[in-house]
């Protein structure tokens, strides 16, 4: 149960980046025919296997070298090297093994997400060796890491990777990254006889809210940028304006991410996810919207008819 735990199953959703390509492989008729259904499913699910294995051995590896740091912190030293649970040699070998095993997994998929992976361990290392311990290069580091993942699974599937889709993924993720920062810095705040401190010195409030607010905007604005954006209303039509249509529900959990980390109830952004309804009630209509948008033709129908629209030309279809 301590090997599992130190396996941090919980933080996996963290890889259903590498989900988000197969929607532009459904929504691109051009994709249709060469490759099928079932392989595509196949190459997507061995690739998300793969990373959830490969991150727990990061996990693992991680967890022994910052055990001395991590029994400092409130939240941190109940984790199973910290507290002692597990030795740190063994969580060292528990971690050599997981990460063969996901590069193992990216083998079977292909050559280029097995490069993908390697580029993430080389990430993970320079994140480790240096640059945990620098402020906005630590962020800008792991949101790149999240970058990497949404490209496996665009390779995995043989599809081009959309710069929108990295801009995207990236300005949400380097927030998230600060959402974590304002975790740690809350929850050891709380715990008043603390000796924790931030590797990378995210001890200044101000400075830690202004990174927030950017990368918040910023997150919020490719959002809108992309619904709005020739490329959408190419790959999806008039279903796009949808997507647009939902940003209310993203700026509300975007916020809750926020509020929960400044009041110490969460010790990570996806940790939130599971405990705080309203972000839970808001994902659910998001995700449900966006099926709506998706799949059921109607939907379509009704924002043509009722919203301008602008195609690829850059007119507005019909005038």
């Known amino acids: 149960m301590h090997y599992l735990s130190l396996m941090r199953p919980k933080d996996w959703i963290k890889n259903t980046f590498v989900l988000i390509p197969v929607l532009f492989w459904v929504n691109s008729p051009e994709n249709l025919g060469t490759t099928t259904a079932s392989e595509v499913a196949l190459d997507t699910l061995v690739t998300l296997l793969g990373f959830c294995i490969l991150?727990?051995?990061?996990?693992?590896?991680?967890?022994?070298?910052?055990?001395?740091?991590?029994?400092?912190?409130?939240?941190?030293?109940?984790?199973?090297?910290?507290?002692g649970a597990i030795p740190a040699r063994g969580a060292i070998l528990f971690g050599g093994v997981l990460l063969l095993a996901g590069f193992g997994c990216s083998l079977v998929v292909g050559s280029n997400v097995f490069l993908v992976f390697?580029?993430?361990?080389?990430?993970?290392?320079?994140?480790?060796?240096?640059?945990?311990?620098?402020?906005?290069?630590?962020?800008?580091?792991?949101?790149?890491?999240?970058?990497?993942?949404?490209?496996?699974?665009?390779?995995?599937?043989?599809?081009?990777?959309?710069?929108?889709?990295?801009?995207?993924?990236?300005?949400?993720c380097l927030y998230l990254a600060f959402v974590k920062r304002l975790c740690d810095y809350s929850s050891a705040r709380a715990a008043q006889d603390s000796e924790w401190r931030s590797p990378a010195g995210y001890d200044d409030p101000l400075e830690l809210n202004w990174l927030l607010g950017v990368s918040g905007v910023m997150s919020l604005m490719m959002y809108l940028s992309y619904s709005l954006s020739v490329h959408a209303f190419t790959v999806f039509g008039p279903r796009a304006i949808g997507f647009a249509l939902l940003s209310p529900l993203v700026l509300i959990v975007i916020h809750r991410f926020y509020r929960l980390a400044n009041?110490?109830?969460?010790?990570?952004?996806?940790?939130?996810?599971?405990?705080?309804?309203?972000?839970?009630?808001?994902a659910v209509l998001f995700l449900?919207?966006?099926?709506?948008c998706l799949y059921v033709p109607a939907v379509e129908g009704i924002l043509s008819d009722l919203l301008i629209q602008f195609g690829p030309a850059g007119a507005a279809p019909g005038s």
């Open 263 to 282: 009041e110490g109830l969460s010790d990570s952004p996806f940790s939130s996810i599971t405990s705080d309804l309203t972000m839970q009630l808001g």
């Open 55 to 83: 991150a727990s051995g990061v996990y693992s590896i991680n967890d022994a070298l910052d055990a001395a740091r991590d029994r400092t912190h409130p939240v941190k030293r109940t984790r199973p090297v910290a507290s």
């Open 118 to 172: 390697l580029l993430c361990l080389l990430l993970q290392a320079f994140y480790n060796l240096l640059a945990k311990r620098l402020v906005l290069v630590d962020a800008v580091t792991i949101a790149l890491g999240f970058v990497l993942r949404a490209a496996a699974g665009a390779f995995a599937i043989d599809i081009q990777l959309s710069v929108w889709l990295v801009l995207c993924v990236f300005f949400l």
């Open 288 to 292: 449900v919207g966006i099926g709506l």
